[in-house]
Each structure stands twice: as structure tokens, then as C-alpha cells.
T-cell receptor
């Protein structure tokens, strides 16, 4: 199993350009998440999905859109990139459990620079 | 708003020294608790987790954490650190119920172990 994979690993954008980050998981997880990691701020949730065809906003959703057309994929889009979106983006997934812990499994990250 | 606070932002220790990293959260209800580690250039990996039962939980690589409900704390400990423990450590909380698996992360603590 590859676990959680992310494409691309690195990207440089100019202000105003658009791009899509792809996250894929092969663990048949229901839940998927997109975070951004910035120095001194930990990880902050951008958007998440509790199942195919559903998405919801997290803590810092502005400037991002997401789609979950297939259970195994979760796409993060930037329609018009801004320098404030320079960050490392992590995707994660977890199984759906009514009790017990929902451990999240993380991808390797995408380092995005917006100039 | 729910939040997670890690008291130490940067910790420098010599090998064989003992480690304790503080984590407090602000939420009055039931929680699942996690510590994740991020080694340089790698993605987040689960160190340990608490969701019920014995408040002293043991994780990988000799780490342990104690959940003290009355103090809203989940401190991470290791009796004797090694150079290979150099990494960034994140405390995370999953508030319940209404569980979507969302995690709230602390700001992270960078641990540097000198050989």
C-alpha cells in the first residue's frame, strides 16, 4: 500500500496563477483533509471531506476550493494564487469510527511558493 | 474557540537527557488526543494516541504521554532522548462528539538533540 500520496511535491507559482493539488489514498478511508503548515503556527485545516461528493470548510478555507469526486481522491484548488498561500500543504485521511480514535495518516506534503 | 497550546517552541537537549513537552487544550468535552512527530524533510507520523482507558499511554520509540483531564493536559515524555529524536513534535486534539475526525493542532515544538 502506498498510503497517502500527493502530487506535485514542489511547485512555484506566480501571483494570480491557478493550480490543483492532488491527494490520493489507497486505504479506503472515508475522511480526507487538507492542511497547510506554516512556521510557528502548526497545521491548520483548510477543507475536509467526510465522504465522496461531500466537502466542508475548515479553519482557513478562503482562497481554496476542493472536490471529492472519487472516494480515494481529494483535490485542492487555488484559483488565483497569492503570496500568502506560500506554504507546505499536507493531505491526510482517516477511517470513519463512531468510537475510538480516528488516527489520521498524512501524505509527504507539497511545498508551494507563490512569487 | 477550541485551541491547543504547546508551551515550548524550541527545546535543545543533550543526548540521554529527559524530555517533557507540554500540551494543553481548551475544550470541556470528551476528546481524543494525539502526538505526531515530523522528522526533517518527512511527513507527520503518529507517536501515540489516547482515546479512553489508562491515561498513561505508551507510543513508539520509547515515548509516553499522560492525559490529565482536570488540567486539560497531554504532556509528552521520554526518559532519555537520542540524537535521532531531533524533529518537530505536534500535539493534536479531536473534540467529540459530532466526530468528523477533525484535528486541532498545537503550534509545534522543535526538538534539537545534541550528540
Amino acid at each position: 500500500n502506498a498510503g497517502v500520496t500527493q502530487t506535485p511535491k514542489f511547485r512555484v507559482l506566480k501571483t494570480g496563477q491557478s493550480m490543483t493539488l492532488l491527494c490520493a489514498q489507497d486505504m479506503n478511508h472515508e475522511y480526507m483533509y487538507w492542511y497547510r503548515q506554516d512556521p510557528g503556527m502548526g497545521l491548520r485545516l483548510i477543507h475536509y471531506s467526510v465522504g465522496e461528493g461531500t466537502t466542508a470548510k475548515g479553519e482557513v478555507p478562503d482562497g481554496y476550493n476542493v472536490s471529492r469526486l472519487k472516494k480515494q481522491n481529494f483535490l485542492l484548488g487555488l484559483e488565483s494564487a497569492a503570496p500568502s498561500q506560500t506554504s507546505v500543504y499536507f493531505c491526510a485521511s482517516s477511517s470513519q469510527r463512531r468510537t475510538g480514535s480516528n488516527e489520521q495518516y498524512f501524505g509527504p506534503g507539497t511545498r508551494l511558493t507563490v512569487t | 474557540a477550541q485551541s491547543v497550546s504547546q508551551h515550548n517552541h524550541h527545546v535543545i537537549l543533550s543526548e540521554a537527557a529527559s524530555l517533557e513537552l507540554g500540551c494543553n487544550y481548551s475544550y470541556g468535552g470528551t476528546v481524543n488526543l494525539f502526538w505526531y512527530v515530523q522528522y526533517p524533510g518527512q511527513h507527520l507520523q503518529l507517536l501515540l494516541k489516547y482515546f479512553s482507558g489508562d491515561p498513561l499511554v505508551k507510543g513508539i520509540k520509547g515515548f509516553e504521554a499522560e492525559f490529565i483531564k482536570s488540567k486539560f493536559s497531554f504532556n509528552l515524555r521520554k526518559p532519555s532522548v537520542q540524537w535521532s529524536d531531533t524533529a518537530e513534535y505536534f500535539c493534536a486534539v479531536n473534540p467529540l462528539p459530532g466526530n468528523t475526525g477533525k484535528l486541532i493542532f498545537g503550534q509545534g515544538t522543535t526538538l534539537q538533540v545534541k550528540p
